[in-house]
Nanobody
Framework: QLQLVESGGGLVQPGGSLRLSCTASGFTLDYYTIGWFRQAPGKEREWVSCISSSGDSISYVDSVKGRFTISRDNAKRTVYLQMNSLKPEDTAVYYC????????????????WGQGTQVTVSS
């Protein structure tokens, strides 16, 4: 069964850090672009970041640039999202997704999706 599983979410104070992981089971990530998306209550799902299969193409939404870092370890079938200087507006369910296209903010190019992990930034 092809599956993506996110982990690492939780409750953190403003200014704190979390590292999210996205691990694949049933397939290798080697040939997949991975995207991170997030969805806050009452809002549309928003693209956050993506990394190409080789790792040489990376993009971020403007609101997280300089605070979030995406990386991948294909040997571990895992993609990471390091989140620093977290703000209350980063509160959302974070999803990872895999697709065979180039790095993209378009939800439609991603084929496999995880179930999400909750990130709450609050004092």
């Amino acid at each position: 069964q092809l599956q993506l599983v996110e982990s690492g979410g939780g409750l953190v104070q403003p200014g704190g850090s979390l590292r999210l992981s996205c691990t694949a089971s049933g397939f290798t990530l080697d040939y997949y672009t991975i995207g991170w998306f997030r969805q806050a209550p009452g809002k549309e799902r928003e693209w956050v970041s993506c990394i190409s299969s080789s790792g040489d193409s990376i993009s971020y939404v403007d609101s997280v640039k300089g605070r979030f870092t995406i990386s991948r370890d294909n040997a571990k079938r895992t993609v990471y999202l390091q989140m620093n200087s977290l703000k209350p507006e980063d509160t959302a369910v974070y999803y990872c997704a895999a697709g065979r296209s180039l790095c993209s903010d378009n939800r439609g190019v991603y084929v496999y999706w995880g179930q999400g992990t909750q990130v709450t930034v609050s004092s």
